[in-house]
C-alpha cells in the first residue's frame, strides 16, 4: 500500500541550505518509494531579506552585517555548503564566491505561487531553476527576464510568466502565504513540514529525512 505525505517545503530562493534540504529530502524519498512512502510536496514562500532594495547585496558585505561573519568565516562556511549540496543533489553546481549578490526574492516567490497553480510538478522544476539561475550562474532574481527564463526553462508558458511578473499577479497570495507560515513558528529555513504538523528544520542529509519520513508515515 503506497502512504502519500503532504509536505510544505517552506524556503528561500537564495538559500544555499535550502538547496541541500531539498536534494536530502528528494534523495529520502528516492529510497523510501520501494517502501511505498511517497509525497506531494507544495513549495511555500520565505523572503530572508523581505526589505532589500532591487540592487542587491554583495554576499560577503551581507553575511558580515547580518551574522557578523569574517570573510574567512563565509569562505568557509561556502566550501561546506558547497560540499554538502553537492552530496545531498548530485549534478547540481553552486558556484558562489566573495563577489557573489543575494536578492530580494518576493517576485520569485510569486512566480512559484504561480506554478503551484498551474501545475505542481512544474513548481518543483521552477524551484531548481530559480536556484540554478541564483546559486550556478549567478543571475539577477529581481529581474523579469531572468524570472521568465527560468519559467521556461521549468516547462512553463514564458509570456503568462511575463504578464505574472508584469502584473504583480499573486502578490496578495504570496503575502498571507508568508504570514501563515510565520504564525505558525517559521523563522528559520529550509522548514520541512510534513501533514500540517511534523517539523524537520534544516538542511539534513538524505539518511536523517529517510528515518524521519519513515517515522512519521508509520505514526500516520
Given at each position: 500500500?503506497?502512504?502519500?505525505?503532504?509536505?510544505?517545503?517552506?524556503?528561500?530562493?537564495?538559500?544555499?541550505?535550502?538547496?541541500?534540504?531539498?536534494?536530502?529530502?528528494e534523495?529520502?524519498?528516492?529510497?523510501?518509494?520501494?517502501?511505498?512512502?511517497?509525497?506531494?510536496?507544495?513549495?511555500q514562500?520565505?523572503?530572508?531579506?523581505?526589505?532589500?532594495?532591487?540592487?542587491?547585496?554583495?554576499?560577503?558585505?551581507?553575511?558580515?552585517?547580518?551574522?557578523?561573519?569574517?570573510?574567512e568565516?563565509?569562505?568557509?562556511?561556502?566550501?561546506?555548503?558547497?560540499?554538502?549540496?553537492?552530496?545531498?543533489?548530485?549534478?547540481?553546481?553552486?558556484?558562489?564566491?566573495p563577489d557573489?549578490?543575494?536578492?530580494?526574492?518576493?517576485?520569485?516567490?510569486?512566480?512559484?505561487?504561480?506554478?503551484?497553480?498551474?501545475?505542481?510538478?512544474?513548481?518543483?522544476?521552477?524551484?531548481?531553476?530559480?536556484?540554478?539561475?541564483?546559486?550556478?550562474?549567478?543571475?539577477?532574481?529581481?529581474?523579469?527576464?531572468?524570472?521568465?527564463?527560468?519559467?521556461?526553462?521549468?516547462?512553463?508558458?514564458?509570456?503568462?510568466?511575463?504578464?505574472?511578473?508584469?502584473?504583480?499577479?499573486?502578490?496578495?497570495?504570496?503575502?498571507?502565504?508568508?504570514?501563515?507560515?510565520?504564525?505558525?513558528?517559521?523563522?528559520?529555513?529550509?522548514?520541512?513540514?510534513?501533514?500540517?504538523?511534523?517539523?524537520?528544520?534544516?538542511?539534513?542529509?538524505?539518511?536523517?529525512?529517510?528515518?524521519?519520513?519513515?517515522?512519521?508515515?508509520?505514526?500516520t
Amino acid at each position: 500500500m503506497t502512504r502519500t505525505l503532504k509536505i510544505d517545503f517552506v524556503s528561500d530562493v537564495v538559500c544555499p541550505w535550502c538547496v541541500v534540504g531539498l536534494g536530502g529530502l528528494e534523495g529520502a524519498l528516492a529510497r523510501l518509494k520501494a517502501e511505498g512512502i511517497e509525497a506531494d510536496i507544495t513549495f511555500q514562500p520565505f523572503e530572508l531579506n523581505p526589505q532589500m532594495a532591487p540592487e542587491g547585496e554583495n554576499v560577503g558585505e551581507h553575511v558580515a552585517r547580518k551574522y557578523g561573519a569574517t570573510p574567512e568565516q563565509s569562505a568557509a562556511n561556502r566550501a561546506v555548503i558547497t560540499q554538502r549540496a553537492a552530496e545531498a543533489w548530485p549534478g547540481f553546481e553552486m558556484r558562489t564566491g566573495p563577489d557573489s549578490r543575494i536578492w530580494n526574492t518576493f517576485d520569485a516567490h510569486r512566480l512559484l505561487h504561480w506554478a503551484g497553480e498551474v501545475d505542481p510538478g512544474k513548481q518543483r522544476a521552477l524551484k531548481a531553476a530559480l536556484f540554478t539561475a541564483h546559486f550556478t550562474d549567478g543571475k539577477p532574481l529581481p529581474d523579469a527576464e531572468v524570472l521568465a527564463d527560468a519559467a521556461e526553462a521549468a516547462g512553463l508558458d514564458r509570456a503568462e510568466a511575463a504578464d505574472v511578473l508584469a502584473t504583480g499577479r499573486y502578490a496578495d497570495d504570496t503575502r498571507a502565504a508568508e504570514a501563515l507560515w510565520r504564525s505558525r513558528g517559521i523563522s528559520a529555513v529550509p522548514a520541512v513540514v510534513i501533514e500540517g504538523k511534523y517539523l524537520i528544520s534544516g538542511g539534513q542529509p538524505t539518511a536523517a529525512f529517510e528515518e524521519a519520513l519513515r517515522k512519521i508515515a508509520a505514526e500516520t
